[in-house]
């Protein structure tokens, strides 16, 4: 893996939740790549001095460990895959509910009555809702399954007033070491991809580099806080991202799947609110605070090295 340095004089200890996963995974190593001392919460016996355990559905976290640590800084990921289920169930839904609601309330109030410089829990631009123009981080929210899960999810972080509390709400994460880019282009060995539905649905999005640096940007800039949208802002509509990966992987052809076949397969919900959502988010507070992104294309998430 290769990670390009920023320079940093923060020797911050950091807790992440969600560090086996695909952005946890990296982000991980590029924080510890920039001086950070990185412990990770694990649901079975650690393996080392930074890893601690814990299991928020029984409401148990090895405190005396988590006392010793001292630690500065807390990033939540945690929370079930949007997409690994075909349909989503009631069971479903409230998996991915509950592992981010009940998880986030869990280990936000492990931290409320110690002493925190900053607390940053993930959300998603889904939050606006599934069929958005343009959306800000004061734009208002919609009521579908994902806005009303990122709305409790926000509303869940209970960490005391003097707790610096950021939200990171998550474009599309694109990398080549998986997430979406592994799901689009699980058909590139039979040279064609598919494109959902028309295609028109605009896709806010962000390489996993980038936002690794943007957690770093908010690490290291005190007055940042509240609601930071980490997507780029470059718009992308899925049939030109498709199309992009297509002439990438030199696939000869793209497929159409018409909407009512995807009704079909993965049900109208998850179809509407999540395989078809059509989002157009401005990274207004990024932008504020002067941030600079380095991948714009997507060629250029792809060509990361994860």
């Given amino acids: 893996m290769t990670i390009a340095k920023l320079n940093t004089d923060s020797n911050y200890k950091i807790l992440i939740a969600g560090a086996s996963g695909f952005v946890g995974g990296y982000l991980s190593k590029f924080l510890e790549s ?27 976290i090895d405190t005396n460990k988590l006392n010793n640590s001292k630690i500065s800084c807390v990033i939540n990921l945690s929370g079930a895959s949007l997409s690994k289920n075909l349909r989503w169930t009631k ?25 925190l410089d900053l607390f940053i829990s993930t959300s998603a631009i889904g939050i606006y809702g599934s069929q958005i123009e343009k959306a800000y981080e004061n734009s208002s929210f919609d009521g579908d399954f994902l806005s009303k899960v990122c709305q409790d999810w926000e509303k869940s972080v209970v960490v005391n007033s003097q707790t610096r509390v950021v939200f990171t709400r998550f474009g599309i994460v694109m990398g ?67 199309k992009s990966l297509k002439n990438y992987y030199k ?31 401005v990274p207004q507070k990024l932008l504020n605070f002067s941030f600079n992104w380095e991948d714009t294309k997507i060629e250029d998430a792809i060509k990361r090295d994860f």
């Fill in 176 to 242: 080549n070491g998986g997430g979406i880019l592994k799901e689009l282009t699980k058909t590139k060995f039979l040279k064609f991809l598919a494109i959902l539905g028309n295609g028109k649905n605009k896709i806010s999005w962000i390489s996993l580099y980038d936002l690794s640096r943007a957690i770093l940007f908010i690490i290291q800039n005190e007055k940042i806080e509240g609601a930071v949208n980490l997507v780029n802002p470059y718009t992308i509509t899925q049939e030109a991202l498709i």
């Fill in 34 to 60: 920039h001086g950070f001392e990185i412990y990770k919460l694990v649901r079975r016996k650690p393996q080392n001095d930074f890893e601690i355990e814990w299991d928020p559905s029984k409401q148990f």
């Fill in 91 to 115: 069971n479903v839904k409230n998996e991915i509910y509950t592992s981010r609601i009940n998880t986030t309330k869990f280990l936000s109030e492990i931290f409320k009555d110690k002493k």
């Fill in 251 to 281: 696939c000869y052809f793209t497929v159409k799947i018409p909407k009512l076949f995807l009704y079909l397969i993965f049900g109208k919900e998850k179809t509407n609110v999540f395989l078809l959502s059509s989002q157009k988010v």
